[in-house]
């Protein structure tokens, strides 16, 4: 599940991060459609990594509040994006 979880990770930061710099060589911007969808499904798989490190925490008996707030926040991001 770790490696599962760090994968969700990185792919959200390549998602943005690939965009990104695509864009700021060659000097083009994305269409704010485009832009929308890559940042939302960046944040869908951080909620996913941060769902798989609770269910990890829940199985451990470790404290995982932080990690529910992440998710709380993270999700009314989304929420109020699409609003």
């Known amino acids: 599940m770790e490696k599962v979880k760090w994968f969700l990770y990185l792919s959200a930061v390549l998602l943005v991060g690939i965009p990104t710099m695509l864009a700021i060589a060659s000097g083009s911007t994305f269409s704010s459609t485009v832009s929308n969808i890559i940042i939302s499904s960046a944040i869908v798989l951080v ?15 470790k404290i995982f509040s932080g990690d529910i707030g992440v998710i709380i926040g993270l999700s009314l991001v989304l929420v109020i994006r699409f609003i």
């Open 47 to 61: 909620v996913l990594g941060k769902l798989l490190t609770v269910h990890e925490k829940r199985k451990d008996n």
